[in-house]
Nanobody, 131 residues
Framework: QVQLVESGGGLVQPGGSLRLSCAAS????????IGWFRQAPGKEREGVAC????????YYTNSVKGRFTVSRDNAKNTVYLQMNSLKPEDTAVYFC????????????????????????WGQGTQVTVSS
């Protein structure tokens, strides 16, 4: 069965850290660009980071730049989103998505900003930042 499963969400105090995982089954993530998205209650889904398929170049939206890091572990068929210095405004359901056609950072960013064109989506994991 082909699927993406996110994990690692939870409740954390402001300034804390979490590492989200996006694990694939049924296909190899190293052949896919991965986008990380989040959606807070009452807000539109927002693309926060991506890692490209061809050269693992990364992109971060301004609100998370310097605090979030996306990386791959091909041996584990997993992509991670390390989130540091978390703020209450980071509270949201976080999703990962896999896209297997494009290459390079520019296309990674375009697909992330567009929010569509992905082949697979995970079910999401809740991140709550609160004291």
């Amino acid at each position: 069965q082909v699927q993406l499963v996110e994990s690692g969400g939870g409740l954390v105090q402001p300034g804390g850290s979490l590492r989200l995982s996006c694990a694939a089954s049924g296909f190899s993530l190293d052949n896919y660009a991965i986008g990380w998205f989040r959606q807070a209650p009452g807000k539109e889904r927002e693309g926060v980071a991506c890692i490209s398929r061809s050269d693992d170049s990364t992109y971060y939206t301004n609100s998370v730049k310097g605090r979030f890091t996306v990386s791959r572990d091909n041996a584990k068929n997993t992509v991670y989103l390390q989130m540091n210095s978390l703020k209450p405004e980071d509270t949201a359901v976080y999703f990962c998505a896999a896209e297997g056609l494009t290459t390079g950072q520019a296309m990674c960013v375009m697909t992330l900003v567009a929010g569509y064109g992905y082949d697979y989506w995970g079910q999401g994991t809740q991140v709550t930042v609160s004291s």
